[in-house]
């Protein structure tokens, strides 16, 4: 279970024998079920996840309806950084999409992560960068790109979760009806 954790933090970081035990004491294992909140607007998020298992969905409720901006599935991160940080309540919601498995960590034990691993603060460093540079992909397509556009992208970025994601969730997604992603759908089919 922890081999998926350790190769992800290897394609970041250079991780001895020591520093992988240490990881694997610090990530405790979690099961989770459908429809279970990792995180619920309004609360504080304490720890970060790491999928083993299944997928979860970010979303923002507005006026009732979901406003879905973000996926996760396994070899992700999972956490509202943002509230992580700041140890203020969430405004989003992290809710999961299927039974699954995660590996979780607590803001304290992370802070010890970087202080005490040789590259833990590089490992930071990049995940932060990385974040960070897809929060402003994000926000640029919502201001530039067209709904077809967005549908692109979200096949680019989720090319085998397709099967598994409920169109409605799909359409949330990418800023539009479902009846309006079906004719997305169909010329592009067409092509």
Do not use: W
Not at 4 to 29: G, W
Not at 147 to 164: G, I, K, T
């Amino acid at each position: 279970m922890y081999d998926l954790l350790i190769a992800t933090f290897s394609r970041f970081i250079k991780l001895d024998d020591i520093e992988k035990v240490y990881l694997m004491t610090i990530f405790k294992e979690k099961q989770v079920q459908k429809n279970d909140f990792f995180l619920k607007e309004g609360t504080v998020c304490r720890e970060v996840g790491f999928i083993i298992k299944g997928m979860v969905r970010y979303y923002i409720n507005k006026d009732g309806e979901e406003k879905i901006y973000g996926f996760g599935k396994e070899g992700d991160f999972v956490c509202n950084y943002e509230s992580f940080l700041s140890k203020q309540p969430s405004g989003k919601n992290i809710r999961h999409m299927e039974e699954g498995v995660l590996l979780t960590v607590s803001y304290d034990n992370l802070q010890l992560f970087y202080k005490n691993v040789r590259q833990g603060e590089r490992f930071g460093r990049l995940i932060s960068e990385h974040l960070f540079v897809e929060a402003l992909g994000q926000i640029t397509s919502l201001y530039t790109d067209s709904a077809e556009d967005r549908y692109h992208n979200f096949v680019q970025l989720y090319p085998d979760l397709q099967q598994r994601i409920p169109q409605y969730y799909i359409s949330s997604y990418v800023g539009v009806k479902p009846q309006s992603l079906s004719r997305i759908r169909k010329r592009i089919a067409a092509h």
